[in-house]
């Protein structure tokens, strides 16, 4: 026996093997053993205290998001967000931003000014310097100086200078103009007095972020400068934003202008009007307002819109900082906007349709600007990306909902609209998950045809047609007379389900609709796909009385809402089946209703031989080769095909929905309206 090592280092686990004929191999070489550095002390003198703004160049990502384009531009949001907390204080009226070659950029403001005296908790140190050089240093601790603030955390204007290497500040207080200017978060000197100045007051503030940090490829971008700056002219009304840039930086198709004033007192829906300028509204009008103190708070600001052949978008802002991923304010506005939507269909009755929405269905298309002016809020991470106070839900909704009950009240016509649309995006969400549900399944096997289904023997939608008839008997009879190859037969029970009105749950789960929908094989609403069709022709077979009237009438509505398509294609016809039988010796002949009887009593029987006339009570009562002969024989047959009048979609869905909906206060003023030619002689009692 030999023994082999099966550790190759040594170890006691061996394993006996048998010895073989085979020449031996040579030993494999083992890999030398690798000295492992030495793990250092783990004592007082590894432990590192990173002292003023040296935490920021070390990690400016969690200042500031990271160093790429994003962050850079969040240095500009920093400084103007200070500004703007003057203005929306009352303090100041316009802020400059100006953009130099270089990448070297100044905001100025008329406010107030940072305070430049001694600060009583650092000896020999300004006030200014303090807060430039110190995290967590600023005015907005304490609500007495500002009651609302972007700048939250007092670490703004200090990242800004540790990021920058070059940066200066004047500050214009008291008719006395002061100077200090800085590198990498070191003061390079102390705060000078530069002289008296009379009519100018405020802050300016001009720096240039450091290479080091942000590379030397990275540089500000004039367009989203100009947007930034524009959007906070409008989230304040009260403040004039004046825009400057070099005109060497400025290039490309579309360049912003070399200068520009902002100033918007319509806030909010101005900046909404421009935002979907050239977009189709579903409603019109732009629901929007303004309120002060919401709950003893600062302010809120709304405009909201839903476009009709847009995607929806939200912006929002707490304290005129943006929050592009919502947060609580959001989260009130929707739920006020979805509340608001039930209460209307309470109101007019449909409230029914709106069990199945969700808030996602309210803002599909939905175009909506909030703004909120909140005391302390917070914000999740220093980027302030999103609002994270509880209160804002609850004060954004019950705002909002009471303006919103109003301006759906006021205008009950564009309510309606938009319920209906919004019941529809409901409905196709449904729709896709119920249909996505079923390529799942049929993934695996392939799904099954309705049991009552009388398929054709031909492969390929060409040539074929089916037959939708109502009722297993009037099915036996076309089941009979139809021709096998060609001519499939799908009976139905009764009158079908009105999706005009009905929600989608019910549409959903309706068996005669699913077997239909399975039968043609092709998908409905957006999964409508005609390569899928497995018939040419889909006819609508049904007695030729006001029930088989109305069942294709409900048909019709149904292929309609579901499947258009269908109809476009050219796909969708109605059978004209007789409903007298007329014969006087060995002549016979059939009559589609009264005024067609009465014609061919006049212009096909002569003499004064009786004519028998017969009635037929429905399809089922004909035999099956009365039924071939007048209905389903393609030689003999007519058929009307059913299209959209003159391409008029609008006008049609209009009248669908005023006859097939769920308002019957429509239909009667239909009936109203057409009383007067109503002829008793014409009814059948």
Not at 46 to 51: F, G
Not at 622 to 636: C, F, H, I, S, Y
Request: hydrophobic content about 40%; overall charge neutral; aromatic content about 6%.
């Amino acid at each position: 026996m030999a023994e082999r090592d099966l550790f190759g280092g040594g170890a006691a686990l061996r394993k006996s093997v048998e010895p073989s004929a085979a020449p031996a191999k040579a030993p494999r070489a083992r890999p030398a053993l690798q000295a492992v550095p030495a793990v250092p002390e783990y004592d007082a003198s590894t432990i590192e205290v990173l002292e003023g703004l040296e935490p920021v160049r070390r990690r400016p990502g969690m200042y500031i998001g990271g160093t790429d384009e994003r962050a850079l531009h969040h240095l500009f949001a920093e400084v103007i967000d200070n500004a703007m907390d003057e203005a929306v204080a009352g303090h100041a009226s316009f802020i400059e931003v100006t953009l130099e070659a270089g990448d070297f950029l100044t905001v100025t403001d008329n406010g107030r000014g940072i305070p430049v005296d001694r600060h009583p908790k650092f000896p020999g140190k300004s006030a200014l310097e303090v807060i430039m050089t110190t995290l967590h240093a600023g005015g907005k601790f304490d609500s007495k100086v500002y009651e609302t603030s972007g700048g939250l955390h007092g670490v703004g204007i200090s990242v800004v200078n540790a990021l920058s290497d070059v940066l200066e500040v004047e500050v214009a207080r008291n008719q006395v103009l002061y100077r200090q200017d800085y590198s990498r978060g070191a003061p390079l000197g102390p705060l000078k007095e530069v002289g008296r100045v009379h009519n100018r007051k405020g802050t300016r503030l001009r720096f240039h972020p450091d290479p080091q940090i942000f590379g030397p490829e990275l540089h500000f971008q004039p367009r989203r400068l100009f947007k930034m700056a524009r959007s906070k002219a409008y989230l304040f009304g009260g403040v004039e934003i004046r825009w400057r840039c070099d005109p060497a930086l400025l290039s490309g198709p579309d360049p912003v202008p070399a200068e520009a004033t902002f100033r918007f007192p319509g806030g909010l829906r101005d900046y909404l009007l421009r935002e979907i300028e050239g977009a189709t509204p579903i409603a019109e009008g732009i629901f929007a307002g303004k309120i002060a103190k919401p709950g003893g708070h600062g302010s809120l600001e709304w405009a909201v819109a839903w476009l009709a052949d847009h995607d929806g978008f939200s912006s929002s802002y707490c304290n005129t900082i943006p929050t592009p991923e919502g947060g609580t304010h959001e989260g009130g506005l929707r739920v006020a906007l979805l509340r608001g939507l039930r209460e209307h269909a309470e109101r007019v009755g449909q409230g029914k349709r709106m069990t199945s929405v969700t808030t996602d269905d309210v803002m599909a298309q939905c175009a909506a600007m909030l703004s909120v002016f909140i005391r302390e809020p917070e914000f999740q991470g220093q980027t302030k990306d999103k609002l994270a106070t509880l209160e804002a839900s609850r004060i954004v909704e019950s705002a909002i909902r009471d303006a919103f009950d109003h301006w759906l009240a006021g205008s009950p016509t564009q309510a309606n609209r938009l319920l209906d649309w919004v019941v529809d995006r409901a409905e196709e969400r449904l729709r896709r998950r119920a249909e996505k549900e079923v390529a799942r399944k049929t993934a695996t096997r392939k799904l099954r045809l309705p049991g009552k289904l009388a398929d054709c023997s031909r492969a390929g939608a060409a040539g074929s047609e089916l037959f939708i008839v109502e009722g297993d008997s009037a099915g036996g009879s076309a089941k009979q007379a139809r021709d096998r190859a060609t001519q499939a037969i799908l009976p139905l029970r009764g009158k079908i389900l009105n999706v005009a009105s009905a929600g989608r749950d019910k549409l959903v789960a309706n068996q005669q609709l699913s077997d239909l929908g399975q039968a043609l094989g092709c998908g409905t609403g957006s999964q409508y796909k005609e390569a899928d069709l497995r018939y040419e022709k889909v006819i609508i077979m049904t007695d030729a009385d006001v029930d088989g009237a109305h069942i294709a009438s409900l048909l019709i509505t149904f292929f309609q809402r579901q499947m258009p398509k269908l109809i476009d294609g050219g796909h969708l016809y109605l059978a004209m089946p007789p409903l007298y039988r007329l014969t006087q010796g060995a002549k016979t002949v059939y009559a589609r209703d009264e005024a067609h009887r009465t014609e061919l009593l006049r212009t096909v029987f002569k003499g004064s031989a009786k004519v028998d006339v017969g009635r037929f009570k429905g399809l089922g009562e004909m035999l099956p080769g009365q039924l071939k002969e007048t209905t389903m024989d393609p030689r003999k047959r007519k058929l009307l095909r059913v299209e959209i009048q003159d391409g008029d979609l609008d006008g049609t869905v209009d009248a669908i929905e005023r006859l097939m909906g769920n308002r019957p206060e429509a239909r009667f003023a239909f009936i109203q309206e057409r009383s007067a030619f109503a002829d008793e002689s014409q009814l059948d009692i």
